[in-house]
């Protein structure tokens, strides 16, 4: 067995090169700051790549979906669907839109959408289904597509995930990624929103930027956001996307080392997969059952980074934060989402890790768990 690392493990590091430093060296000097010609090309390559109509570049994840409920009409008095197992980003651009996100519990295989619920919490003001792909895998879209109501995925882990052989990002009047450090494909930061509507993709080429307009004096016939992507960042996306598949292929491998290196262990049980789908391989997420594994997630972590293993969580159940408890006092239990966020713990996966980084993982968490269980 190997011994304690000497050096920190990084959760998720960017996977950056000499071809992004290039990129962005080569589009400061060209001129382009702002939105330009670089963030144009990223929409169009992304839309073949995604086999979709329309790609809008935007500044985030967050903005992406903020937009796309607009263009699909969410206001005040509606209700959007989401899950409670996902980053806050994802519930709060429903409150931004004046809408209220109504949490439906997950599934306790993949923490997805349990999408028998949907019947019951569906009313006469649903105006939008907004659900989660976790960590890559889809979530059911044929039976959250069954209701008719307009759908925004928050695809923010599933760029190269496929549902039942179809990509995720044209399934849905929008699916929206994210260009996050951390991401798949890591700009920093940056969003994209990919739509089959020629509607959905004209209002948010009109919100995501208050515009000067051609004429001499400008003029406005909306109030526009700032939401759009710098060709900097658009740049270092370009790059990326030429590693996408080779940096899927290095996650690929670190998961079978995981898989196959922590199988054994009692209690540690990674989230399901489902082999219909493709799943985007974007976090490795196992749940630690305190009773079966010595000790609680929390345990673990600490253990871990002792170890220096740094790993992260995905996620605490959205509707017991602060702000959404307090707004929202009178909300019923999810008891999945709630006894997951306790268990659910990230382990570190990255194309910028060697196979030799991951194995030090999976040593540390298998020394941790013989101390627990001893
Ligand atoms: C990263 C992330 C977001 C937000 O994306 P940003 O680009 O950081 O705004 C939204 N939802 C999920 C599930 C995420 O992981």
Same mark, same amino acid.
């Given at each position: 067995m190997r011994t304690r690392r000497d050096t920190p493990l990084g959760f998720q590091p960017p996977a950056i090169g000499d071809e992004e430093i290039a990129a962005v060296a080569e589009t400061l000097r060209s001129g382009?700051?702002?939105?330009?010609p670089r963030a144009a090309e990223l929409e169009q390559r992304m839309a073949e790549y995604l086999e979709v109509a329309h790609v809008l570049a935007v500044s985030s994840g967050t903005s992406a979906m903020h937009l796309a409920l607009l263009a699909l #009409?969410? #206001? +005040?008095g509606d209700e959007v669907i989401t899950s409670p197992i996902t980053w806050p980003a994802t519930a709060n651009v429903i409150e931004h839109t004046g809408a209220r996100p109504v949490f439906c519990d997950v599934r306790e295989d993949d923490l997805n959408l349990d999408t028998s619920l949907l019947p019951s919490l569906l009313?006469?003001?649903?105006k939008a289904i907004l659900p989660v792909h976790l960590a890559g895998q889809p979530c059911d879209l044929d039976a959250i597509h069954a209701h008719g109501i307009p759908v925004v995925e928050d695809a923010a882990h599933a760029l190269e995930s496929r549902y039942r052989g179809h990509k995720v990002g044209s399934l849905s009047e929008a699916t929206c990624f994210s260009l996050y450090a951390t991401k798949n494909l890591a700009a920093g930061e940056g969003g994209l929103v990919a739509t089959p509507r020629d509607d959905v993709a004209e209002a948010i080429r009109d919100m995501r930027l208050t515009r000067r307009g051609d004429g001499a004096r400008y003029d406005q016939t909306t109030a526009g956001f700032k939401a759009n992507l710098s060709d900097v960042l658009a740049a270092i996306a370009l790059a990326q996307l030429e590693k996408l598949e080779l940096h899927g292929a290095i996650r690929a491998r670190q998961v079978a080392l995981y898989d196959d290196g922590l199988?054994?262990?009692?209690g540690i049980v990674p989230l399901g997969r489902d082999p219909r789908d493709t799943h985007a391989l974007h976090l490795y997420v196992v749940r630690i059952d305190p009773e079966a594994a010595g000790a609680t997630r929390d345990e673990y972590q600490r253990s871990l980074a002792g170890e220096q293993i740094s790993t992260s969580i !995905?996620?605490? +159940?959205? !509707?017991?934060?602060t702000w959404f408890r307090e707004r929202y006092p009178e909300q019923a239990p999810l008891p999945v989402a709630e006894g997951a966020g306790e268990e659910v713990l990230s382990l570190p996966l990255s194309p910028a890790h060697s196979d030799e980084d991951i194995l030090d993982a999976v040593d540390a968490l298998r020394r941790v768990h013989a101390a627990f269980t001893a």
């Amino acid at each position: 067995m190997r011994t304690r690392r000497d050096t920190p493990l990084g959760f998720q590091p960017p996977a950056i090169g000499d071809e992004e430093i290039a990129a962005v060296a080569e589009t400061l000097r060209s001129g382009w700051l702002t939105t330009g010609p670089r963030a144009a090309e990223l929409e169009q390559r992304m839309a073949e790549y995604l086999e979709v109509a329309h790609v809008l570049a935007v500044s985030s994840g967050t903005s992406a979906m903020h937009l796309a409920l607009l263009a699909l #009409g969410v #206001g +005040p008095g509606d209700e959007v669907i989401t899950s409670p197992i996902t980053w806050p980003a994802t519930a709060n651009v429903i409150e931004h839109t004046g809408a209220r996100p109504v949490f439906c519990d997950v599934r306790e295989d993949d923490l997805n959408l349990d999408t028998s619920l949907l019947p019951s919490l569906l009313t006469g003001r649903t105006k939008a289904i907004l659900p989660v792909h976790l960590a890559g895998q889809p979530c059911d879209l044929d039976a959250i597509h069954a209701h008719g109501i307009p759908v925004v995925e928050d695809a923010a882990h599933a760029l190269e995930s496929r549902y039942r052989g179809h990509k995720v990002g044209s399934l849905s009047e929008a699916t929206c990624f994210s260009l996050y450090a951390t991401k798949n494909l890591a700009a920093g930061e940056g969003g994209l929103v990919a739509t089959p509507r020629d509607d959905v993709a004209e209002a948010i080429r009109d919100m995501r930027l208050t515009r000067r307009g051609d004429g001499a004096r400008y003029d406005q016939t909306t109030a526009g956001f700032k939401a759009n992507l710098s060709d900097v960042l658009a740049a270092i996306a370009l790059a990326q996307l030429e590693k996408l598949e080779l940096h899927g292929a290095i996650r690929a491998r670190q998961v079978a080392l995981y898989d196959d290196g922590l199988a054994d262990l009692d209690g540690i049980v990674p989230l399901g997969r489902d082999p219909r789908d493709t799943h985007a391989l974007h976090l490795y997420v196992v749940r630690i059952d305190p009773e079966a594994a010595g000790a609680t997630r929390d345990e673990y972590q600490r253990s871990l980074a002792g170890e220096q293993i740094s790993t992260s969580i !995905h996620f605490l +159940p959205v !509707h017991r934060l602060t702000w959404f408890r307090e707004r929202y006092p009178e909300q019923a239990p999810l008891p999945v989402a709630e006894g997951a966020g306790e268990e659910v713990l990230s382990l570190p996966l990255s194309p910028a890790h060697s196979d030799e980084d991951i194995l030090d993982a999976v040593d540390a968490l298998r020394r941790v768990h013989a101390a627990f269980t001893a």
